[in-house]
């Protein structure tokens, strides 16, 4: 096994799809962001977790969001290409805003109707941090952060006829600025990763290079680029709050190594059920914390384990699956409107 990841110059494996990486890459930042929730609803629930287990959050925490923002740059270009500025838009409003607010309502609703089970104290009130304060509805903000970005980020090269280095230079801008909206998570969200979007968008024609590709699968590559992964996640566990320029770097740091991981994943076709968590990436991540707290309650009411660590894992392997049975399921109910908006718009020319 070991000589097979070190040989670079090994035959090449089985074609498999060209980006079929991008999903083992959403797969592992999904999972991580379940791992988060998950240990923050037990937290709340009042158990005492180990602090080795906080510290596995903290030190993955970096990366997660900044590699989905990156990932969705790298295929703006393509999908402006193939839909037009008004097809690009629209689709971002089935695939991302209207669920979004969709479930956002729905969370809430819960969240209020069965306060007595819920960790989160909800009001009516709470409907208005739907557009105003994200982050205040725990997971869901990045939906809405990643609509904003790429809207604004079209508005900028439609209709300003800024090109992806003045662009890059504005995410650049927004992170100095960010630090003085941090109160208003709406445009905090933003500013924070623009960065990585812009740098999703300049570094596609590289990334998904065919020669590319091979290099990003190469495990040489991965072994050598391991130490400066492990050294900037332990940086970042001991250094929360930091400079956002310094931070980027750290978070561009793991978001590169994931994707070399992914692709040598893909490569290999190892952990093949990662590709398919990330396929329904979205729908994990719209679902899974409602379904979790549901399990969560009734774990600890029945009193049966109360060990943190295999109560963890437990909502994290029964969280994702059952996301993605409850998503195929609503389908099969002709209730996939709760997943994506019904809104039409023809290819416009640039």
Same mark, same amino acid.
């Given at each position: 096994?070991?000589? %097979?990841?070190?040989?670079?110059? %090994? /035959?090449?494996k089985?074609?498999?799809?060209r ?5 083992y890459?959403?797969?592992i ?10 240990l ?7 158990l005492d977790?180990?602090q ?13 969001? $900044?590699?989905?923002f =990156?990932?969705?740059?790298?295929f703006? #270009?393509? !999908?402006?290409r193939? *839909? !037009?500025?008004?097809?690009? +838009? ?6 991302l805003l209207?669920?979004? &607010? ?12 069965f306060?007595k089970? /819920?960790?989160?104290? *909800?009001?009516?009130?709470? @409907?208005?941090?739907?557009i105003? #304060?994200?982050?205040g ?5 990045? =939906?809405? /952060? =990643? ?11 439609v209709?300003?006829r800024?090109?992806? *280095?003045?662009?890059?230079l ?12 941090m109160q208003?998570?709406?445009? @905090? ?5 623009? +960065?990585f979007?812009?740098? !999703?968008?300049?570094?596609? $024609?590289?990334?998904?290079d065919k ?7 190469s ?6 680029f391991l ?5 900037? #996640?332990?940086y970042?566990?001991?250094?929360? #709050?930091?400079?956002l320029?310094? @931070? ?5 740091t ?7 991981l %992914?692709?040598w994943l893909?490569?290999?076709?190892q952990l ?11 729908? &994990? ?10 399990i ?7 009193g049966?384990?109360?060990?943190? $660590?295999l109560?963890?894992l &437990?909502l ?5 699956p ?7 399921t609503l389908?099969?109910?002709k209730? !996939?409107?709760l ?12």
């Amino acid at each position: 096994m070991a000589s %097979s990841i070190i040989d670079i110059a %090994s /035959a090449p494996k089985a074609a498999v799809t060209r980006f079929e990486w991008v999903d083992y890459a959403k797969g592992i930042a999904i999972i991580l962001v379940v791992y988060r929730h998950m240990l923050y609803g037990l937290q709340h629930s009042g158990l005492d977790v180990a602090q080795w287990i906080i510290d596995g959050n903290n030190m993955l925490f970096s990366f997660r969001m $900044p590699l989905f923002f =990156l990932l969705s740059g790298l295929f703006f #270009q393509a !999908g402006l290409r193939k *839909r !037009g500025p008004g097809g690009l +838009i629209t689709e971002r409003v089935n695939n991302l805003l209207y669920p979004y &607010i969709i479930w956002a309502v729905i969370q809430i609703t819960l969240q209020i109707i069965f306060a007595k089970y /819920a960790n989160a104290n *909800r009001t009516v009130w709470n @409907y208005l941090d739907i557009i105003v #304060q994200p982050r205040g509805l725990d997971q869901l903000w990045y =939906l809405f /952060a =990643l609509f904003n970005v790429t809207a604004f980020y079209l508005f900028n090269h439609v209709v300003l006829r800024m090109n992806e *280095r003045l662009q890059l230079l504005l995410g650049l801008v927004f992170l100095a600025l960010a630090p003085l909206v941090m109160q208003w998570s709406t445009f @905090y969200d933003v500013m924070l990763h623009y +960065i990585f979007f812009a740098i !999703g968008v300049i570094a596609a $024609p590289l990334l998904l290079d065919k020669t590319m590709q091979t290099r990003l699968a190469s495990g040489y590559n991965l072994l050598l680029f391991l130490p400066v992964f492990v050294l900037s #996640q332990w940086y970042f566990l001991y250094h929360q #709050q930091m400079n956002l320029y310094l @931070y980027a770097v750290i978070a561009l740091t793991g978001s590169i190594f994931m994707m070399m991981l %992914s692709a040598w994943l893909s490569r290999h076709q190892q952990l093949t059920f990662m590709k398919t968590i990330g396929h329904y990436s979205l729908f &994990i991540y719209l679902m899974h914390v409602m379904l979790a707290a549901v399990i969560r309650s009734l774990l600890l009411k029945s009193g049966l384990i109360m060990n943190v $660590p295999l109560l963890l894992l &437990i909502l994290i392997i029964t969280a994702i699956p059952l996301s993605i049975l409850a998503y195929k399921t609503l389908t099969a109910l002709k209730m !996939g409107w709760l997943f994506k908006g019904p809104f039409t718009s023809k290819k416009q020319s640039l």
